[in-house]
């Protein structure tokens, strides 16, 4: 099984920054894409960033030029710059992994439990 764990959320003001980071273990061959979804309340889940192995980026619109998706491919982590935070920013965030656990097996998305980031004064 392949497990991913975040941190780094919390309560922010707006205009404030927060790192989230994401660590994958378990039984893993090899990590491809990896990247934060959230959630707002009464909102559909959307993606936020994505990063594949090789380091190519992708960014939702409303976060290009504040936030910045990184990862340690060594470590299986995944991170998360968040600055110049608004309130609508606010919501969980949830990581993923696109991840092969053995090599004759198919790859499959897995899931964080989620981290909650507020953004207020």
């Known amino acids: 099984q392949v497990q991913l764990v975040e941190s780094g959320g919390g309560l922010v003001q707006p205009g404030g920054s927060l790192r989230l980071s994401c660590v994958a273990s378990?039984?893993?061959?090899?990590?491809?894409?990896m990247g934060w979804y959230r959630q707002a309340p009464g909102k559909e889940r959307e993606l936020v960033a994505t990063i594949a192995s090789g380091g190519n980026r992708k960014y939702e619109d409303s976060v290009k030029g504040r936030f910045t998706i990184s990862r340690d491919n060594a470590k299986n982590t995944v991170y998360l710059q968040m600055n110049s935070l608004k309130p609508e920013d606010t919501a969980v965030y949830y990581c993923y992994a696109d991840a092969q656990r053995l090599p004759w097996e198919m790859r499959d998305n897995y899931w964080g439990q989620g981290t909650q980031v507020t953004v207020s004064s």
């Open positions: 378990g039984s893993i061959f090899r990590v491809n894409d």
